[in-house]
Structures are given as structure tokens and as C-alpha cells.
């Protein structure tokens, strides 16, 4: 009989591949070892795994993604998400705030191997993205 992982140290973990290509199975496989490790360190157990691959990161087509933020909200089994980079949750900071709230609400936390350093890095490529916009309509 399978022992039940406490509220407080069962996490979910997620991962997002852009491509389908059979090289990119790698990907998955790093991702799911990444978020391993940071379940380790943190004394975490994972419950559940939700795989998209071959989708980019827009929450419409993100299915497994929607099944996670469904099953947190009914279940509200999990502490944690554990994801390798937030950029495997979305591709713009406003769906990226949407999907971390959602979770939050649902009183879990994301938990990332690359941590702060990658939301820095997301917000500074979303800022660029608006300034070359920005510039361009300056420029029309």
C-alpha cells in the first residue's frame, strides 16, 4: 500500500517542450531531472507530472498545463508546482502573473530551478519587447 505524501511536501511538477522533434526527447528528460533535484533539496515529493510537448508557451494550447491549474483548484492536494524556468509557463508576463496567481490561490507555491534569475531575465526580455515596439511606432 502506497503511503500518502503530506499536503505540505507533495508538489506537482510541470514541463514544457516547444518542439515534438524525437531529438527534444532529451528535453523532457532533463526538465524531469531538473525538477527532481529541486524537489530533493527541498524535501519534496512529486505526486503528479504534467508533460506539454511540441506546444509553444500560450495556455490555450497548453492542455497538461490546464489540467494542473484544474486539478489544483478541485483537489488542493499539492504545496508546491515545480517547474524548470517560467518561461515553460507562458510567454508573456501577463499570462505568466495569471497562471502564478491561480496557483497561489489555490495555496501552492512555484518553486523553479533557475529561481529569481530567470523571472529577471523573462521581465527584461518582456521590457525589451516593449521598447522595440514602442520605438517602432515612434519611428511609423
Known amino acids: 500500500m502506497q503511503e500518502r505524501v503530506r499536503r505540505d511536501k507533495a508538489a506537482a511538477a510541470y514541463i514544457r517542450v516547444a518542439s515534438q522533434h ?4 532529451g528535453a523532457v528528460q532533463h526538465q524531469r531531472a531538473g525538477c527532481d533535484r529541486i524537489a530533493a533539496k527541498r524535501g519534496l515529493t512529486i ?20 489540467q494542473l491549474l484544474r486539478d489544483l ?9 515545480v517547474i524548470w524556468d517560467y518561461s515553460r509557463l507562458a510567454s508573456d508576463l501577463e ?4 497562471i502564478i496567481d491561480w496557483i497561489r490561490n489555490c495555496g501552492a507555491e512555484v518553486i523553479t530551478m533557475t529561481g529569481v534569475e530567470a523571472a529577471s531575465r523573462f521581465i527584461t ?4 519587447e516593449y521598447m522595440n ?3 517602432r511606432r515612434t519611428h511609423k
Not at 504534467?50 to 497538461?64: I, K
Not at 526580455?125 to 525589451?128: V, Y
Open 133 to 135: 515596439e514602442r520605438e
Open 47 to 66: 505526486v503528479r507530472e504534467y508533460v506539454d510537448q511540441g506546444c509553444p508557451a500560450e495556455l490555450e494550447r497548453q492542455q497538461h498545463l490546464l
Open 73 to 81: 483548484g478541485r483537489d488542493q492536494d499539492v504545496a508546491s508546482v
Open 95 to 98: 499570462q505568466l502573473q495569471a
Open 125 to 128: 526580455e518582456h521590457d525589451q
Open 22 to 25: 524525437p531529438e527534444d526527447a
